[in-house]
């Protein structure tokens, strides 16, 4: 059964960092590109950061230099580094294969950047 577990979202200032974290099936893992999503108050879900099963990583500008995707291997875990955090990063973020390939999708963690 495909699962995706997001965790380690919250509020923080703005300048702020927080570090998600994502537990994901053991199979899938291995095989597919991952990436982290996000969705925002009235927005449509869009991906921010992708990797890849040899550590190859992409990044949307709006996060690009301050933002940091990073897999283990081992525990079937895929992370996001998320520094120098603005209001507009406040969003419900959320772990997948790249592209999303089987229709399901975790609770997601919610992030909010406020003063």
């Known amino acids: 059964q495909v699962q995706f577990v997001e965790s380690g979202g919250g509020l923080v200032q703005p300048g702020g960092s927080l570090r998600l974290s994502c537990a994901a099936n053991?199979?899938?893992?291995?095989?597919?590109?991952m990436g982290w999503y996000r969705q925002g108050p009235g927005n449509q879900r869009e991906l921010v950061a992708s990797?890849?099963?040899?550590?190859?990583?992409n990044y949307a500008d709006s996060v690009k230099g301050r933002f940091t995707i990073s897999r283990d291997n081992v525990k079937n875990m895929v992370y996001l580094q998320m520094n120098s955090l603005k209001a507009e990063d406040t969003a419900v973020y959320y772990c997948?294969?790249?592209?999303?390939?089987?229709?399901?999708w975790g609770r997601g963690t919610q992030v909010t950047v406020s003063s």
């Open positions: 053991g199979n899938i893992f291995r095989i597919y590109t």
């Open positions: 990797i890849t099963n040899g550590a190859s990583t």
């Open positions: 997948n294969t790249q592209p999303s390939r089987f229709g399901v």
